[in-house]
């Protein structure tokens, strides 16, 4: 059975730093891309950074190049976002998703996690 689970999300202060994991069941994730997606409050979800299989990194959004790395640890078969410098703007619930290459488009997903919640505020 397929799985991606989410954590790492939280409160926490402009300036401010968090490191979201996803953990992949029921898949080795070396044969997979692996997306990380956000959707704030009244908004639709959007595309933050992928990891593809042979690990090449691509940005959508350009507001967090520079402050955005996404990294795989495959002994734990888990994905990594690593947010520094993290803005109110950042707030959303932050998703991972499993495709067979990276895609800014959501439908070239096929399974998805719960998602982690992230608010930054003072």
């Known amino acids: 059975q397929v799985q991606l689970v989410e954590s790492g999300g939280g409160l926490v202060q402009p300036g401010g730093s968090l490191r979201l994991s996803c953990a992949a069941s029921g898949f080795t994730l070396d044969y997979y891309a692996i997306g990380w997606f956000r959707q704030a409050p009244g908004k639709e979800r959007e595309g933050v950074l992928c990891l593809s299989s042979s690990d090449g990194s691509t940005y959508y959004t350009d507001s967090v190049k520079g402050r955005f790395t996404i990294s795989r640890d495959n002994s734990k078969n888990t994905v990594y976002l690593q947010m520094n410098s993290l803005k109110p703007e950042d707030t959303a619930v932050y998703h991972c998703?499993?495709?067979?290459?990276?895609?800014?488009?959501?439908?070239?997903?096929?399974?998805w996690g719960q998602g982690t919640q992230v608010t930054v505020s003072s």
């Open positions: 998703a499993r495709g067979s290459s990276c895609s800014y488009y959501l439908y070239e997903y096929d399974y």
